[in-house]
């Protein structure tokens, strides 16, 4: 069983809890515990590739707080990305 689903087309589920879903061609919209989160990032001219800007993941959106993500988190969130988009044959850089 994989650990993704494709609910509707450009969003993948994780049974990890958290999901990304490509808005075009350009950011992603990334949930994690109900938190929302959007990344820059853009479509690669090479077939299924992704760019994503490790510095557009500031903090969540609508936060009450809107404190900072730590560098562990960060990680945290773009190796999910990595490889919720991964489970479908797309490679992403990060810059």
Do not use: H
């Not at 994690?32 to 590739?49: H, I, K, Q, W, Y």
């Not at 730590?70 to 988009?85: Q, T, W």
Request: glycine share 6%.
């Amino acid at each position: 069983m994989s650990e993704f689903t494709v609910p509707r087309p450009n969003r993948y589920e994780s049974s990890r809890g958290f999901s990304v879903e490509v808005l075009g061609r350009t950011g992603l919209r990334y949930v994690e515990n109900e938190r929302t989160l959007f990344v820059d990032s853009e479509v690669l001219a090479a077939p299924s590739g992704m760019l994503i800007y490790r510095d557009s993941i500031k903090s969540w959106d609508a936060s009450e707080e809107v404190e900072p993500l730590s560098e562990v988190a960060r990680k945290r969130i773009v190796d999910n990305i990595r490889a919720a988009l991964g489970s479908q044959g797309i490679a992403v850089d990060v810059i």
